[in-house]
């Protein structure tokens, strides 16, 4: 079973930039797409960004613009780097992978990392 642990979270300003990175371990099979989740609290996890293997991205209105998804396929590690943060991005931030092994396809998700972002 692939591992995901993720670093990077912390507190920081309105304003304010963090760069969170999840490096993918254990990887039998390949590894598609990666993403990054959020959930703050009493809300739903939601989508923060999304990458392909071949690189294609795909974000939600409320980020696009300011956060930027990113992966070196060689190091099986993906990043996040936010820029302009706002007090509303404060959440715990999971990442997430889609691993194709020959027997099987499945997702796992790493344990989360806190950003908060005070105003």
């Known amino acids: 079973q692939v591992q995901l642990v993720e670093s990077g979270g912390g507190l920081v300003q309105a304003g304010g930039s963090l760069r969170l990175s999840c490096a993918a371990s254990?990887?039998?099979?390949?590894?598609?797409?990666m993403g990054w989740y959020r959930q703050a609290p009493g809300s739903q996890r939601e989508l923060v960004a999304t990458?392909?293997?071949?690189?294609?991205?795909n974000y939600p209105d409320s980020v696009k613009g300011r956060f930027t998804i990113s992966r070196d396929n060689a190091k099986n590690t993906v990043y996040l780097q936010m820029n302009s943060l706002k007090p509303e991005d404060t959440a715990v931030y999971y990442c997430?992978?889609?691993?194709?092994?020959?027997?099987?396809?499945?997702?796992?998700w790493g344990q989360g990392t806190q950003v908060t972002v005070s105003s």
């Open positions: 997430n992978a889609q691993i194709r092994e020959i027997l099987r396809t499945y997702e796992t």
């Open positions: 990458i392909t293997s071949g690189g294609t991205t």
């Open positions: 254990g990887s039998r099979g390949s590894i598609r797409t």
